[in-house]
């Protein structure tokens, strides 16, 4: 009985590091170098400049600091600011969609899914389809990984219309066996 408490108190403690792990990555993407220029290549660009938006077509990478974005297709929504004389002057990011094969890289934290969503306002990331994260050699998965940035909280979910299960591969000391 007391075994079994011990198994059960260090699969907490693991999930809880696991957890940290994961959202001080995120955090980290959002906030480091958010300043630093935006770097992206793609096959294809498309500017709807009525839509306050630009589509990024084939082959895309983008890059900030050192986060790396890439997937087939990335969609940049912008809001125009204007200067005192009414002109417009400068655009900021509100929301960036990718999707197909989305992959975001930075130090040793990966995401991977068929579509990442970040809304700039409410500091939400969401990766969706197949979602995969991985800090390490730790991994977490299920259909749907949302984070938010603020609160430091993330909640990964499974599709409820199919039998599964959220999953997490944990590697306790996997610092030390590098």
């Known amino acids: 009985m007391q075994r079994n408490t011990m198994l059960s108190n260090k699969k907490l403690i693991l999930s809880a590091i696991f957890a940290i792990l994961f959202m001080s990555c995120i955090t980290a993407i959002a906030q480091e170098d958010s300043d630093a220029p935006i770097h992206i290549e793609a096959d294809r660009m498309i500017s709807q400049e009525d839509a306050n938006s630009v589509v990024f077509i084939g082959n895309v990478d983008a890059r900030q600091g050192d ?38 890289v930075q130090d040793d934290w990966l995401g991977t899914g068929n579509r990442m969503d970040y809304f700039a306002k409410d500091r939400k ?11 390490g050699q730790n991994m977490v998965t299920g259909k749907t990984i949302t984070y938010y ?26 610092d030390k066996k590098k």
């Not at 990331?125 to 800090?135: E, P, R, Y």
């Not at 609160?151 to 990964?156: D, M």
């Open 67 to 104: 986060v790396t974005i890439r997937s087939d297709e990335m969609t940049v929504y912008y809001t125009q600011q204007k200067n005192s004389s009414g002109k417009k002057s400068s655009s900021q990011v509100h929301r960036l969609i990718c999707k197909k094969n989305v992959e975001v």
């Open 125 to 135: 990331v969401i990766l969706t389809g197949n979602a995969k994260a991985w800090q």
């Open 149 to 174: 940035l603020d609160e430091k909280r993330s909640i990964v979910e499974q599709d409820q219309s199919r039998p599964g299960r959220v999953k997490a591969v944990l590697h306790p000391d996997s």
